[in-house]
Structure formats: C-alpha cells, structure tokens
C-alpha cells in the first residue's frame, strides 16, 4: 500500500500544492519563491528519503511570511494525510545533526495530537536571504498543527543562522523518517496501548 499525501491549498494570499511519498528515495522538486525555504525543503525530503513536491506561488511582493507558513501548513496536512492509519510503524524518532558549529536535537512522536517544543539560539541575524529566521518555529509550529504530531526542537549551540536552521531540518528530516518508516516486527500492530494514533 503506498503511502501519499496531496494537498492543494488556495487562498487570496498563496497557492500551494505538495505531494508526498513516505516511501520514496528523496527525490525533490520545490519551488517556493523563496531560495533558502526551497533549500530546506529540500533537505527535508532528500534526508527523510521522502519523494517530496512544493509548488507554491505566494504573495511575495508583501513579504515571504504567507509563502512559508501556507507551504508549511500544506506540508503538514499531506504528512498526516500518507501516515494514513499508522499501523505498522515506529511512530518515535530521534536525531541529533551538527552542522559544524552548531547542533541540533529533535525528536518526534506521530501521537495524534499537535505539540511543539522549540528551542534555539536568541542571538541570530535577523534574514538569510528572504527568509526571516523567526519563521523557522512557525514553520514547526505550523507543520505540527496540520500534521497533529509532538516535535521537540532544540538547538543547544550554534553561531551562523544558515547553519542553526540547516540542523534543524536535517534532523527533522531524519526524526520523521525513522518515526514513520515500518517496523519489520510490528507488520499488522498498531504502536499504541489506546487503541488509537
Ligand atoms: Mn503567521
């Protein structure tokens, strides 16, 4: 059975449009309008091993906000939707990435139910590019809502922004990989005691 999520939302601000393959080989092709974001999408889906889609042609003549967050809502939502019934899979992961001189620390539980817990460096330039760096926790924030997962983020150290939030999605990719890949001993059995994910 394969695991796929699309979802294609449209308002008077953005229009996006992603499509996921939990199963893939990392094969991306995004477009967001905005470099760094499509850089890190890209680290999503190449480090999750998730075939991953982006198109997003958003309001960028007011700023990148609408464009990211809208992409990352989307994201979510396509996530939750190729998780399907969840049964048969890890359900936590954990990954710890440097990115030479930073660090960060994620761990994930597809639970159901949208938590976030994010932590990182509160010195940090302020743009890369024409992403303003505090979108990346409403980016998480917006990803949990739509996915319904509880993620913990955090970045103990770091000094280049390019490089803390890089780490970041690294890590996120590799968590989300390992939490929802299949686990051979559990083919059949869903990973909770409720009854329900
Ligand atoms: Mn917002």
Redesign the pocket.
């Known amino acids: 059975m394969s695991r796929v999520g699309r979802v294609e939302r449209v308002t008077k601000e953005t229009s996006v449009l992603v499509e996921i393959d939990l199963d893939g080989s990392g094969k991306v092709e995004v477009s967001t309008g905005v470099g760094f974001y499509d850089h890190m999408l890209d680290q999503l889906g190449r480090h999750g091993l998730f075939d991953l889609t982006v198109k997003t042609e958003g309001d960028l003549h007011i700023d990148s906000?609408?464009t990211i967050?809208d992409t990352a809502l989307a994201l979510g939502a396509a996530f939750k939707q190729a998780l399907g019934d969840k049964v048969g899979i890890y359900r936590f992961g954990n990954c710890t990435v440097p990115l030479d001189e930073s660090l960060a620390q994620v761990t994930v539980d597809l639970s159901g139910r949208p938590y976030l817990v994010h932590t990182e460096p509160e010195k940090m330039a302020p743009m890369i590019g024409e992403y303003d760096t505090t979108m990346t926790r409403?980016i998480l924030e917006?990803f949990v809502a739509q996915a319904q997962i509880a993620l913990h983020v955090h970045v103990p150290y770091g000094r280049n922004a390019h490089h803390i939030v890089e780490c970041q999605f690294k890590a996120l990719a590799r968590a989300l990989r390992y939490a929802s890949e299949r686990d051979p001993r559990a083919a059949g059995i869903l990973p909770s005691t409720k009854g329900a994910l």
């Open positions: 906000h609408h967050e409403h917006s």
